[in-house]
């Protein structure tokens, strides 16, 4: 034992892969009639390849707490896989549904007896840092975490406010009680770490995490304060250095004891943390969290996820779609997540700390994904939110020079191709969203737009990336460059801006040069304007090696959202496009070995496992076939999507993956990247009502709906016949009631008429 006043650490350590397979049950646990919350269930997507968070979290928390597994690896990289059974503790920060690992970050672990610091590995469970545990025992719901740790006999609940995790153990008598903070673990593949505890006094214990991860520059502070007093310390076997009541060790680990007593015995931990500094997070915790109440608490966090996910209620007997979607709802709302203590400051994309003046900051910008849908969900039900978002947005532009393509704590990861985040920031200015300096978005979509990274100096060179000028991803990378360059041109024709209107619609035309008449497929173009030599095979993919991003060419063909009629002429006519499209759904082929495992969710070659398909399906409006983008809406809601662990046919990716489930079972989704309009697929539920401000809503009917009656036979708007077979932005967000009727067979009126048919905007 040391004395609990000499306390810091500092660490290096890269963890291995491992992965367990195995079988699982869920629990679950008893909700208020009334509270939304009863339908989600947050297990959806712990299977698979979901890759999605499980814990205790609040709407866009900073703080996602809950357990991480002893396994490593790609199906792990949130930290949890329902096929394992072993938890090493219960970190803070969590990521959901991506495809590569970072955060668990600040690890306790409630124990008992003897333990060495070290993780173990499998077969290790009497001396490594982990316990078994039943999945019988777990009991999860929106904020709020339970689970029984068999090897220690102890009783772990979790609950969070944004800021700070909120942990009570619970252990038998006659046991001392123990909790080791680990600051070695967390997920993915970190390179150098640096950790340090500082024990401040016998109920406070602070410090911070440094790492080189997927975020190559991440430092969290923390701070601990125990409804118990510390009674005794030991640190890592290693050197140490001695400064004052620090001490700096190789590795980050403090195994804290608590005083013994005859019974039953709680320990509470209130951890709060900020991306500034530890002073801060003492104020994150005085702010957020100042009582020892944790029903309190863990009520409140109930509360947060009701409030939100009541924006949308739905009417249905279909008890399994309704568990379905408010699980998707719930899962958009776990990021972006708040990058800012209460006081307004925030660590920078320039690693200096900074103060807002108003509003929130954020980080965990997914775009690539979540330019698709996610973001135009929250422009229907989190219009509010919006311009915090933005804002964070144009502050990362000002501090890297650009604006965000994946940014994560503060670190921009450059990863995926595309501007998306020119595509997000266009979306809200064209929607008239406010509370954000427009000149200073247009400044950064247009700066972000003339850079010479990531193959965009080819593009402004050529119209387009050559493949023998960017070795892969080329035709996925300026093809997702033209969809910003769209978005763009339409801000500027706004403003009438016509220069810059002219130069990026232009570039925005980059698929044209993919288009090969023959063959009818995009495909790799080299500086000459020649395609790629040898056999081509539409099938074939290789990741990172090949044309495409995550895909092959049957799935990218489709990737031209902005200009569909344009694109239709390509293929010499509406009857060849939709021969073309039809195809898609039933093609078979050998994608090959090195494939992504992101290609998922097959129908034919149709992927709705990874984002580049999502708004295919949604192609056939522009056609004048809108019954056939009900019949596929419906067999991909159906089939893509269950209530299982293994319910999402592809990574979550931050919400996307949800909130293509939710704008679809409403009954439309955005296919034009920025702007809108919402194009009808065929709404899955009887009625929903949709929360817009303002004290606003909109009201969709589906009349003589059912799984059978999925296609569309007319529309009303509050009464009056429409005859669109989509809405633009502008008339849905005034709310009102959009009622269909719905029938068996497909019509030969609705949204057949070429006025009738969503137009193309040049």
Not at 1 to 15: P, Q, R, W
Not at 367 to 378: I, S, V
Not at 685 to 705: C, I, Q, R, S
């Amino acid at each position: 034992m040391m004395n609990f006043n000499n306390i810091v650490t500092k660490l290096a350590f890269l963890g291995g892969i491992l992965q367990v397979l195995g079988s699982c049950s869920t629990g679950s646990e008893y909700q208020k009639s009334d509270s939304l919350t009863a339908y989600v269930d947050p297990y959806i997507g712990t299977g698979g390849h979901g890759h999605v968070f499980l814990g205790a979290n609040v709407p866009y928390g900073a703080v996602q707490l809950g357990p991480s597994n002893l396994s490593t690896g790609w199906d792990w990289v949130s930290g949890y896989h329902i096929s394992d059974s072993t938890i090493i503790g219960f970190a803070h920060q969590h990521l959901s549904g991506t495809g590569i690992g970072d955060l668990g970050d600040i690890v306790l672990l409630p124990f008992t007896g003897d333990i060495r610091f070290d993780r173990g590995e499998h077969g290790d469970e009497q001396t490594g840092a982990y316990s078994l545990f039943n999945r019988d025992t777990e009991r999860v719901r929106p904020g709020y975490y339970a689970v029984h740790l068999d090897r220690f006999d102890v009783d772990v609940e979790l609950t969070a406010t944004s800021r700070v995790g909120f942990h009570k153990y619970s252990y038998k008598k006659d046991e001392t009680p123990k909790v080791l903070m680990n600051l070695d673990a967390g997920i993915g593949w970190e390179g150098e770490k640096e950790g340090q505890i500082t024990i401040e006094n016998d109920t406070l214990v602070s410090g911070y995490r440094y790492s080189k991860g997927w975020a190559k520059n991440q430092k969290i502070y923390f701070t601990a304060i125990f409804s118990q007093p510390i009674v005794g310390v030991r640190l890592a076997d290693s050197t140490a250095i001695q400064e004052g009541n620090s001490i700096t060790a190789s590795r980050a680990y403090a195994e804290l004891v608590f005083g013994k007593t005859d019974g039953f015995q709680d320990v509470l931990v209130k951890v709060a943390l900020s991306p500034v500094s530890v002073e801060n997070a003492k104020l994150n915790l005085q702010e957020e969290l100042p009582n020892w109440d944790f029903g309190a608490t863990k009520d409140a966090a109930d509360a947060a996820w009701n409030e939100q996910l009541q924006k949308i209620k739905i009417e249905t007997k279909d008890t399994v779609a309704r568990k379905i979607f408010y699980t998707a709802l719930y899962h958009t709302m776990i990021a972006p997540s708040a990058f800012s203590d209460v006081n307004g400051e925030y660590m920078g994309s320039d690693f200096k700390p900074h103060k807002l003046v108003t509003g929130e900051n954020y980080t965990t910008f997914s775009l690539w994904d979540t330019y698709r849908a996610a973001h135009p969900l929250m422009s229907i039900i989190h219009r509010d939110r919006l311009p915090d978002m933005v804002n964070s947005m144009l502050r990362i532009y000002q501090e890297q020079g650009k604006l965000p393509v994946w940014h994560l704590v503060g670190n921009e990861t450059d990863c995926m191709v595309g501007n998306p985040g020119i595509i997000v920031v266009a979306d809200a200015y064209l929607k008239g969203i406010g509370g954000f300096d427009k000149d200073l978005a247009y400044e950064a979509m247009k700066v972000s737009a003339m850079k010479d990274d990531r193959g965009l100096n080819w593009h402004k060179q050529y119209g387009y990336v050559p493949y023998d000028k960017e070795e892969a991803e080329s035709v996925a990378k300026g093809l997702e460059f033209a969809i910003a360059d769209w978005s763009l041109a339409q801000v500027a024709k706004l403003r009438g801006e016509q220069d810059d209107y002219d130069y990026f619609i232009k570039r925005s035309d980059a698929f044209k040069y993919y288009f090969d008449q023959d063959l009818q497929f995009l495909r790799g173009v080299d500086s000459e304007g020649n395609f790629r030599p040898g056999t081509f095979d539409p099938f074939h993919s290789a990741h990172l090696a090949n044309d495409y991003t995550e895909g092959n060419a049957w799935q990218y063909t489709w990737l031209v959202p902005h200009n569909i009629h344009g694109f239709i002429n390509l293929f010499g006519g509406e009857d060849k496009f939709i021969a073309k499209l039809d195809s898609l759904f039933v093609v078979e082929g050998d994608m090959g070995e090195d494939a992504s495992p992101d290609i998922s969710g097959l129908i034919g070659q149709y992927a709705h496992g990874n984002e580049p398909s999502h708004h295919v399906i949604y192609m056939y409006p522009y056609a004048g076939q809108p019954w056939k983008a009900a019949e596929r809406v419906r067999q991909t809601l159906a089939t893509m999507y269950t209530d299982q662990v293994d319910g999402l046919s592809g990574n979550e990716d931050v919400g996307q993956m949800s909130a293509w489930y939710v704008l679809s079972a409403l009954g439309f989704y955005q296919v034009s990247p920025a702007g809108g309009p919402f194009i009808f697929g065929s709404p899955l539920f009887d009625k929903a009502t949709v929360a817009l401000g303002e004290g606003k809503t909109l009201e969709l009917v589906a009349h003589n709906n059912s799984k059978e009656n999925k296609y569309i036979q007319q529309v009303r708007l509050n009464g009056e016949p429409y005859t669109k077979s989509y809405i633009s932005y502008k008339d849905l967000i005034k709310g009102g009631k959009l009622e269909f009727d719905m029938d068996n067979t497909p019509s030969d009126t609705y949204g057949v008429a070429e006025g009738s048919r969503p137009e193309t905007v040049r």
